[in-house]
Nanobody, 117 residues
Framework: QVQLVESGGGLVQAGGSLRLSCAAS????????MGWFRQAPGKEREFVAT????????NYADSVKGRFTISRDNAKNTVYLQMNSLKPEDTAVYYC??????????WGQGTQVTVSS
C-alpha cells in the first residue's frame, strides 16, 4: 500500500524559506509523477509543482516559478519542495501526491504552511 508522509511545514515570516519533505513507501515509483498541491482556507486545492520520478522533468505553477524548487532523492524515496521568498498568499495546507501513468492518485495527509506578513 502506498504511503506518503509529509513533513517540514510551519510558521515563517514573509520572505523566509521552508523545505517540505514527502517520504514515499509501498512500491517503486519509476512510473509516477510526484508532486505538491496546496489548499488555502475557503479555496480549492491547486497545483504547485510536479517532478517525474524517472526523468526528473519538473513543472511549476506560474505563482511559484522562480521561488519554489521540487526535487527527489531516489535512494531515500523522498520528494522535496524548497520554498523561498515566501509570501502570505502561500499560506495553505500542502499535500504530496503520487500520480501513476494509470490508476488512482495517492495523497499524503498534508502539512500546514503559514506565512506571516
Amino acid at each position: 500500500q502506498v504511503q506518503l508522509v509529509e513533513s517540514g511545514g510551519g510558521l515563517v515570516q514573509a520572505g523566509g524559506s521552508l523545505r517540505l519533505s514527502c517520504a514515499a513507501s509501498g512500491r517503486t515509483f519509476n512510473n509516477y509523477d510526484m508532486g505538491w498541491f496546496r489548499q488555502a482556507p475557503g479555496k480549492e486545492r491547486e497545483f504547485v509543482a510536479t517532478i517525474s520520478w524517472s526523468t526528473g522533468i519538473t513543472n511549476y505553477a506560474d505563482s511559484v516559478k522562480g521561488r519554489f524548487t521540487i526535487s527527489r532523492d531516489n535512494a531515500k524515496n523522498t520528494v522535496y519542495l524548497q520554498m523561498n521568498s515566501l509570501k502570505p498568499e502561500d499560506t495553505a495546507v500542502y499535500y504530496c501526491i503520487a500520480q501513476p501513468v494509470a490508476g488512482p492518485n495517492y495523497w499524503g495527509q498534508g502539512t500546514q504552511v503559514t506565512v506571516s506578513s
